[in-house]
């Protein structure tokens, strides 16, 4: 084993592909010389040229569409939207193009392209550079959503996305600055399977993303206090691992959604509803989601933490699951 940062898992993700399997390109907006905004492609454009690693206008309506072109083709571009913001602006050859090739052409047809973006606040980019919108992709049939927390899974996933026919979501978090331990030896990892991140009795918390640490944290402060929680973080969205979930819900009765995205009509509430429909006769107590507020995310550290999640909002929403349980006995 070896101790990485996230960031340095994804290039080594990237690198690892693209040595693999020629047909692999990556492109986007810096992502050659400069080595990408965050240093995900650092090194890149030097090992395997301007050919492979691709310099983009600064469009991301033309980099989705030509990677979606390129995809049909019989590549597999990695299509770097730099903030998952700007995928706004590539909405039409992500949902209506790539989502819909292999459906519309009777299977005949495949799109694997893996769109990576960043998403997530907590750095104090301000409304336009910090948005959570998984669920919008969530949404669309025929789109995979990715959003790894660790370098272990981020790599792992990366390149099991990479090798995928069908067009991917992959979300990083643009924070970027966990570390973790990963094998020294090639490894790939599953999509649509879960991981039981910590083991416990009490509470069920479901969470993805940078938020997954928040929860680890308060985790370790619940237990000094005897409330032992167990927590899922469900690393891929789409395909959603519901049996992960049921099985530790059917053990500890009680539920936590954790997520990053704005609570209203974000992907917990399809958690919640799925677990309502399945699971009623098991629940001890009402589920709970954590979101952000309900309004675009402000510059300024004071003030983005109050619309985010934090370890406080966790702590009280267990807590409060758990009182609610001792009440009924």
Known sequence: MKEITYVKAINEALREELARDDSVIVMGEDVGISGGSFNATKGLFEAFGSKRIIDTPISESAIAGIAVGAAISGLRPVAEIMFMDFTALAMDSIVNSAAKMRYMSAG???APVVFRTLGGG???AGPGHSQSLESWFCHVPGLKVVYPSTPYDVKGLLKSSIRDDNPIIFIEHKFLRAKGEIPEEEYTLPLGQAD???????????TWGQLFFKVATSAEKLAREGINIEIIDLRTLIP???KTIESSVKKTGKLVIAHEAVKISGF???IAAS????LFDYLDAPIRRIGAAFTPIPWGTVVENAVLPQE??????????VRSRQAKN
Not at 196 to 206: A, H, M, N, P
């Open 108 to 110: 005949q047809c495949k």
């Open 122 to 124: 907590g750095v104090s």
């Open 196 to 206: 039981v991140k910590r083991e416990g009795s009490d509470v069920t918390v479901v």
């Open 240 to 242: 959603l691992d519901m």
């Open 268 to 270: 917990g509430a399809e």
């Open 275 to 278: 677990v309502v429909e399945h």
């Open 312 to 321: 406080a909002d966790i702590i009280s929403a267990v807590k409060d699951i």
